[in-house]
C-alpha cells in the first residue's frame, strides 16, 4: 500500500508519518511506500523501511497535485492548509491553499480516473462550526462558519461529498476538535493559550491566561488526532452515506477545568505559573464557541478520544516529555 | 441607481429586468443603468427609459466578469448557473459556472475594493439540503446537499457569507422553493412535471406524471421568485447575522394537493390530461426531497410568497395565460 501525506511538515503530519513508519503497516496491510508532500519537503521519518518521496510543492500549483499522486496512493491524509490566524490575515493565500489546493489535489484524482479511487483522510476543523451554538452540538448542527479558515474547510468537506458520491475518492472530513496540547513553542494563534497554559507550567515557564476559566473548549490531544486519521484510513465509511464530514470525539473542558487538572498533575507550584492577564480582544473572540458536542455518527463508527482532561495532560507528559515535567525547576516523575 | 443581473437571458432574470423596467425605481430610488449578462447577450427589456448594456460572456471565463462589475453596479442580481441537471450531466462545466463564475464575480468586487460594497442578491436553491429530511426544516437545518449543483449552491453561500463578513459585499442568498408554474416548454429538469402537469392541462394539452401523488415539494410562482428578488435588494440585512442566505416562503404541497387544485380550478377536464406513467428513476429521486419547511427567518424579513397552491395556479393564468386557460379546447376565464 502506498500513503499520500500532504501537510506532512505539520505538527499532525510529522507524527502521523512516524507512527505510521513505525508500524509500517496500516489497518494490517504493508506500506510499501510513502510520499510526503509540504510547502518544504518533509523530512522522511525515521527507521520506515520503504522508499519515501518527500515533495515541496504547493498543492494549487500547477503540475503539483498530479505530481503527488502519480503514484496513485491508496490512501491519501490531507492535512495542508494555512492556518486559521493565516486564513484570516491573508484572504487570498487561504483561499489558494486551503480552497484551491485541496480542489486541485480531488481535481487531479479525477483525472486519473476509474478504477483508481483513494481513501481521502481530510482534517476538517472545529471552525466549521459558527455561533449561536446551543449547549450541546449534535451530528446535525448546520456548519456556519464564521472565518474563512472555517468557510475553506466547510467548501472542502462539500467538495468531499461530491467528488465522494460521484465516486472519483472515498471520503471521510474530521472535523478535529481544538488539539491539546500542541507542543513545541507558542505560536500565533488566537487560541494558542488553550496550550501554552499547560504546556509552559509543566516546562517550569511561565503563561500568560487571556481569558476567563469559564470559557469552554472541546479538547483532544495531538495523540488521539493521529489516531483519528490512523482509524479513519481503513474502516468501512458506508455507514456516513452522504454526509462524510463529522466532528471528532474530544473533552470539553473549560479553562477552569483545565487548571485543576494541571494541579491535579503537577501541583499548585505550576499553577502559580500561569499569569491573568485578560486580554479584551481575546475575550471577545472566545465568548461564543462550541465547547460541547454530542459525537454519537463519530463513537458508533469507533472513533475514540481521552474522556478527562486529566487523560490529555499525560498524553502530552507521556509523548513530548518523556514522562517527566517540571514544577518549577524541580523535575519530577509524571504519574503514568 | 446601476443595476447588475447575471443570468438575465433565463426564466426569472427576464421576468426581473422586465420588473425592474416596468417600475424604473428599486426602493424608491431612480434605476439609472442595467447591465445584463447571460452566456448569450440578453434581449433589453421593453419600456426602459435609461441605457441597457447587454453582455454576452461566461462569468468563468478571464475578464468577464471584471467588465460586468466595471460600471460598480449598486445592486448585482446573481443568477446565472447551469440548472442542476446539467450540473449533474457535466462534472466540470458545473464547477466552472456555478463555482468559479461565482467566485470569479465576487473576486471581481474585491478588486475594485472599498469604498465599492454592492449588495449581492444571489439565487440559491432549495437544492442546498439533502436527505435525511425531518418532517418540517427548520432555519437551522444542515446545508448537506446531494448534488453537484446543491453543492456548488452551498459552496457559493458560504462565499457570500465571508465576504460579507469581511465587507467586500453586502450579500444575501435566496434558497428558492420549486418555481411552479415554470412557463414555455417542458425542459429536462427531472423535476419538471411539478410544473409541466399543471401547465399543460391549463393549455389544453397532455401531460404525463411519474410519481405518486405522495410526493411533496414546497413551491413559489415565478411571480413570488422575482419579488424575494427585488425584496432582497433593499432591505436591512443586519438581523441575517452572519447567516446570509435563507429558504425562501413557499407552498407545502404534494402532488394529489396540486391535482385537486387544478380541478377546483380547471375542472376535472383539466385533470383528465394528466396521464399517470410511473417512472421508477424519477420515483426514487423525489422519494426523499424537501417538502416542507417552516421558514420563520424570512418570514420576519418580510418576504412574501402565495399561501396555497390555487394561489400559485392562478398567478400562472394571469402571467403567463392573460387570464384565459384551456380545458381540451374549450377557452374560459380564469377566476381572478
Known amino acids: 500500500m502506498h500513503i499520500l501525506i500532504t501537510g506532512a511538515a505539520g505538527m499532525i503530519g510529522r507524527k502521523l508519518a512516524d507512527r505510521l513508519a ?3 503497516t496500516l489497518g494490517g496491510r504493508a506500506i510499501a511506500a510513502l510520499t ?11 527507521g520506515f523501511a520503504g522508499p519515501v518521496r518527500p515533495i515541496g510543492a504547493d ?14 496512493p491508496d490512501i491519501v491524509f490531507h492535512l495542508a492548509a494555512v492556518v486559521s490566524g493565516e486564513a484570516e490575515a491573508d484572504f487570498a493565500k487561504g483561499y489558494r491553499v486551503n480552497l484551491d489546493g485541496t480542489r486541485a489535489l480531488f481535481e487531479a484524482i479525477r483525472r486519473i480516473g476509474a478504477p483508481y479511487r483513494p481513501r481521502v483522510v481530510f482534517t476538517s476543523s472545529i471552525a466549521a462550526y459558527g455561533a449561536p451554538f446551543p449547549e450541546v452540538i449534535g451530528d446535525e448542527f ?8 472555517g468557510t475553506q474547510k466547510v467548501i472542502d468537506e462539500l467538495l468531499l461529498a461530491d467528488y465522494t458520491r460521484r465516486g472519483i475518492l472515498d471520503g471521510i472530513g474530521l472535523r478535529l476538535p481544538n488539539i491539546c496540547i500542541r507542543p513545541g ?6 487560541s494558542g493559550f488553550f496550550s501554552s497554559t499547560l504546556r509552559e507550567p509543566l516546562a517550569g515557564r511561565e503563561a500568560v491566561l487571556p481569558v476567563d476559566d469559564e470559557v469552554r473548549m472541546w ?14 484510513a481503513t474502516i468501512d465509511l458506508a455507514p456516513l452515506g452522504g454526509r462524510r464530514s463529522l466532528m471528532m470525539p474530544g473533552v470539553s473542558a473549560s479553562v477552569g477545568e483545565q487548571i485543576a487538572a494541571l494541579r491535579r498533575i503537577a501541583g499548585e507550584e505550576a499553577v502559580r505559573l500561569i ?22 455518527r463519530a463513537s458508533a463508527l469507533g472513533f475514540r478520544a481521552e474522556t478527562s482532561f486529566d487523560a490529555i495532560i499525560e498524553a502530552h507528559i507521556q509523548d513530548e516529555l518523556e514522562g517527566r515535567f517540571a514544577s518549577n525547576a524541580d523535575h519530577r516523575e509524571g504519574r503514568s
Chains 1, 2 share one sequence.
Do not use: C, W
Not at 494549487?60 to 498530479?66: D, I, K, L, M, V
Open 22 to 24: 513505525a508500524a509500517q
Open 36 to 46: 510526503l508532500l509540504d510547502i518544504v519537503a518533509p523530512v522522511p521519518p525515521a
Open 59 to 72: 498543492l494549487a500549483a500547477p503540475g503539483a497535485a498530479e505530481s503527488a499522486v502519480s503514484a496513485r
Open 142 to 149: 448546520l456548519t456556519a462558519p464564521l472565518t474563512s479558515y
Open 185 to 190: 513553542a507558542p505560536n500565533k494563534a488566537a
Open 219 to 232: 479538547h483532544a490531544s495531538p495523540r488521539s488526532a493521529v489516531g483519528f486519521l490512523i482509524h479513519a
Open 275 to 296: 499569569r491573568r492577564e485578560s486580554d479584551p480582544m481575546v475575550r471577545a473572540m472566545f465568548m461564543t464557541i462550541p465547547g460541547r458536542f454530542e459525537t454519537r
